[in-house]
């Protein structure tokens, strides 16, 4: 390549599956409109798999243009994004190949852009083959606009209105306009626009990617421009609208689905909480497959009659060992995380954990038939709780089997997809993305990667880099993510670890690939296509979670202060006449999201030195009215001193994601003396890992600690 195509001023992408006449048509008005612009220009048409190559004819018609010929039809958004990486023009005319263009059409986005540098998208005014104007700009849909453009809803004046406010029909068709969004059959982009917005979103193989683009550019600052200076004729085949059972309109349907699904609050949360009602639906299922699972045991020993058998108890007697032993194979499933079947899992991955399972239910249900339940029903029900265990677990593990069926085919025609943001930007993350491409139905739409970015390196990737690791957080929220993959979280593990933090405890599912610098983090890592991870999954119900851990807290708060207060008192006067010194000092804390808070502890100083108050721990129980108040809690990271404010790195400061507690890691591990690394390292470790279980076990193994004396209650914070 040339100096001059290395950078040019303007950089044409013609994206073309299966119309060649329009085709060469298209490319015999730009080849002469190009004649008319005084800079450098390079033309590059992608052809996404079309049935008749057009590469032969166009390099011999058109040798000054480019042409890549794809093995398989991505889709348009595909082939646009192909075309970015291809090119490096300082703008990016992006054409469908049913484009005729007017004369100096290209000159008039040029000038528009060089002259409005708020404008991240200009589009021309598009016509219509018999030369009358085109709607070509819009207003973003309502869901009132796609009731009355897609059905006959609605009174014919209503339904007029709406549409014409939607096209902008009102407005003067040969003035500039800030629109919402425009037709993406040719829109020019600003390069330095696509740097920060990013590229077009794979997830519309076609149709809506044009919408979704020039919303994501308004939410970046820009302005999407309908520049009439520009002309060009448009055939706008509208394939969707032909027939509402084509295979264009399913694609459409698609689509819509996929950008309410981006872009509704609504329908984002409603997905977002999709896995907890799925897993509520697998368990009334096993309800009734338990049910009748039951009974068709039972049937099956009352048709073995009297002659073979003993003669069987009526069904009455069964109850509570029916109802024992779907307890006990409801509960070993949902110790085999059966209730939450995973796109990643394979039909051997369901089976072994319902067999597993199932075998951990029978050996439960058999000790219990011994020594607890159903004594006296001994040697003739053993038979049906048999079949009723072998029936249900086998029934249980067909539905799973379905569902991942059913999840792979859904994952596969695009209708249930997750989108997701993979961290790191170098071989490993490449590759995972390419796993994720091919494997079949695992439902990932890799959106982009996040890390620090390299131009020249991510052309030749063919990855979009969306931003730092710093700014991941408001990726995923404004992206509306529902994954994040820390591929390369050991290239930045500081800045990571805040944003890992700082994701856990949001509905966005974080898995990371296990490397050597993250073993501090390491619970029991997962096959994920070929990689070990770490996962840490949304928590749906984390309000209610932590609104029962305030109501424990103060519950607990109350009950043992109010133990405590009695020998506090005592204590206190016995100071008051004995040392005839001040009793308390007010002391400064750090609390939640590093804000100060202020709590009592006696008072000493080199005289009045600790004594038999810290001995028994009375100094601890003052604590318990920040716990009342709701300013600490029984469990989390240690409180610390308010001077340490200010002086804590970005990442250190996930410690302050929950409220410092009484008690926590630091208290119960064995190593008493923490470095100030080890120390931060362990809340995070809380942090990540918080739960109303790992709370209890904490408390636990506190009294333990307690008991045994090796709380060293008036050891300064951090030294």
């Not at 029978?362 to 029900?381: A, P």
């Amino acid at each position: 390549m040339d100096p001059e195509r290395r950078t040019p001023d303007l950089s044409v992408i013609v994206v073309h599956y299966d119309t060649p006449v329009y085709l060469r048509t298209c490319l015999d008005s730009l080849a002469e409109d190009i004649k008319r612009v005084d800079r450098p220009i390079e033309v590059l048409i992608i052809d996404n798999a079309s049935p008749q190559d057009p590469s032969e004819w166009v390099r011999k018609d058109y040798p000054e243009f480019r042409v890549i010929v794809n093995a398989i039809n991505g889709g348009f958004s595909k082939g646009v994004n192909q075309g970015f990486v291809e090119t490096s023009g300082k703008y990016r005319l992006v054409l469908n190949a049913d484009i005729i263009l007017q004369q100096d059409s290209i000159n008039g986005l040029i000038d528009h852009l060089d002259k409005n540098p708020a404008a991240g998208i200009a589009a021309p005014k598009l016509l219509n083959p018999d030369r009358t104007t085109q709607q070509s700009v819009r207003k973003f849909y309502t869901l009132r606009t796609i009731l009355y453009r897609r059905t006959p809803l609605g009174n014919s004046d209503d339904r007029e209105r709406v549409l014409a406010e939607h096209m902008y029909a009102s407005f003067d068709h040969e003035s500039v306009m800030n629109v919402d969004w425009v037709l993406g059959a040719a829109m020019c982009i600003r390069g330095d626009a696509i740097d920060k917005v990013g590229y077009f979103d794979e997830r519309y193989f076609l149709y809506l990617e044009d919408v979704d683009y020039c919303r994501r550019m308004h939410d970046a600052g820009y302005e999407v421009h309908y520049a009439p200076g520009a002309k060009m004729i448009h055939y706008h085949l509208q394939k969707s609208r032909r027939s509402l059972f084509s295979k264009d309109a399913l694609t459409h349907f698609l689509s819509m689905i996929k950008y309410y699904g981006k872009w509704s609050d609504l329908y984002f949360s409603l997905k977002s909480y999709m896995p907890l009602a799925f897993s509520f639906l697998l368990l009334a299922a096993d309800v009734g497959i338990l049910w009748a699972s039951f009974f068709a045991a039972f049937e099956v020993r009352e048709s073995l009659g009297s002659e073979i058998l003993r003669p069987a108890y009526p069904v009455e007697f069964y109850r509570e060992a029916a109802i024992a032993t779907g307890a006990a194979m409801v509960l070993c499933f949902f110790r085999g995380r059966l209730y939450q079947v995973r796109r990643e899992w394979t039909h051997f991955d369901v089976f072994s954990r319902s067999l597993v399972s199932g075998f951990i239910a029978t050996c439960v249900v058999v000790m219990l038939g011994m020594f607890v339940v159903w004594r006296d029903l001994l040697g003739v029900s053993r038979l049906v709780i048999l079949l009723y265990v072998l029936f249900a677990g086998f029934s249980m593990y067909l539905l799973r089997a379905l569902s991942l069926f059913v999840l792979g085919r859904l994952g596969k025609y695009r209708l249930s997809r997750k989108s997701v943001v993979i961290v790191g930007t170098h071989e490993r993350a490449v590759l995972l993305s390419k796993e994720l491409s091919k494997a079949y139905g695992a439902g990932y739409d890799v959106v982009g990667f996040v890390g620090e970015s390299e131009e020249g390196k991510d052309r030749a990737k063919g990855i979009s880099v969306l931003g730092s690791i710093s700014q991941l957080p408001e990726i995923v929220s404004r992206g509306r993510i529902q994954d994040v993959i820390f591929a390369d979280i050991e290239e930045a593990f500081e800045v990571a670890l805040e944003a890992l933090v700082k994701l856990s405890r949001s509905m966005t599912d974080v898995k990371v690939l296990v490397s050597p610098s993250v073993t501090m983090l390491l619970v029991k890592s997962e096959d994920f296509y070929g990689f070990s991870i770490l996962r840490y999954d949304r928590r749906p119900l984390l309000g209610l979670w932590m609104l029962l851990k305030r109501l424990f807290d103060l519950a607990t708060g109350l009950a043992c202060f109010a133990v405590c207060l009695p020998p506090l008192i005592l204590y206190a006067i016995s100071l008051l006449i004995f040392r005839r010194c001040p009793v308390f000092r007010v002391a400064r804390r750090l609390g939640r999201f590093e804000k100060e808070f202020r709590t009592l502890e006696f008072y000493y100083d080199e005289i009045n030195k600790p004594g038999i108050a810290c001995r028994l721990q009375l100094d601890k129980a003052l604590l318990f009215l920040p716990v009342i108040f709701g300013t600490m809690s029984l469990v989390g990271p240690k409180a610390l001193d308010a001077s340490r404010a200010g002086t804590f790195k970005s990442w250190e400061r996930s410690r302050f994601e929950v409220k410092p507690g009484l008690t926590g890691l630091w208290q119960i591990k064995r190593e008493r003396h923490w470095t100030v690394e080890g120390m931060l390292k362990l809340d995070a470790f809380y942090v990540l890992h918080w739960s109303l279980f790992l709370d209890l076990k904490i408390l636990v193994n506190s009294f333990g600690v307690l008991l045994r004396g090796r709380v060293d209650p008036h050891k300064r914070y951090w030294e």
